[in-house]
């Protein structure tokens, strides 16, 4: 199966893809941090290119609910209609099947409820981090190990079960929030490979 990871530097779900047997590529505007097949590009260049699957990570910063307090600004000199636009052109690209990931974001309403909300705690990590997946022809992921993460004590803080919420300001922090998590892809990978 020929796979397209759009939107993806790591190379966390393109490897997944690739360890069993699929012709699987990222595309990044940035170069891919691991050994593999990857487009350096503008994903829009090569979309029609024959992918019987695209999974795509189009950026968040524009359209995440958490960056609501900047949306009157970021509506006002456009940057939140291009990334609207963007998402939108992935969700509707040429390609069998879909699935678009974001965090929750104002595409619930500009477009439609996602398909499915996954957590990383559901395939093997002991974190929280709330992905949504807006899908075209792909079955509901089902979790492959599901960690039970500790109760709160009165007073406590969500802190450790939210890590990435929490990471120190840096230049690299957007990258080390954006990746995918290994048994999210291994998952999608195992469960996609039809």
């Known amino acids: ?34 050994d593999g097949q990857h ?5 829009m ?10 999974i795509s990570h189009p950026p968040c910063t524009d359209l995440a609910v958490s960056g609501a307090a900047w949306f009157k600004e970021k ?15 992935l969700a509707n690209a040429p390609i069998e099947k879909i699935c678009v990931e974001n965090p929750v974001c104002i595409m619930s309403r500009i477009y439609r409820k996602p398909d499915q909300i996954i ?5 093997g990590h002991d974190e929280k981090k ?10 509901k992921l089902i979790p492959t190990n599901i960690v039970m993460l500790p109760e709160l004590k009165i007073g406590q803080s969500r ?9 120190p300001p840096s230049p690299d922090r957007w990258k080390l929030r954006s990746k995918t998590f290994q048994g999210i ?10």
């Open 1 to 34: 199966m020929r796979v397209l990871i759009a939107c993806e530097f790591s190379g966390t779900v393109r490897d997944a893809f690739s360890r069993l047997g699929h012709d699987a590529w990222s595309c990044d505007l940035l170069p891919s941090e691991s």
């Open 39 to 43: 487009y350096q590009c503008d994903v």
């Open 45 to 54: 260049q090569i979309i029609n290119n024959d992918w019987d699957l695209m």
């Open 75 to 89: 509506i006002a000199d456009g940057r939140q209609q291009r990334a609207i636009d963007f998402f939108m052109n």
């Open 119 to 123: 957590q990383p705690w559901q395939f």
């Open 130 to 139: 709330t992905t949504c997946l807006w899908m075209k022809n792909l079955p």
């Open 159 to 167: 802190r450790s079960l939210n890590r990435l919420d929490h990471l």
């Open 185 to 194: 892809a291994d998952a999608m990978a195992a469960q996609w490979s039809f």
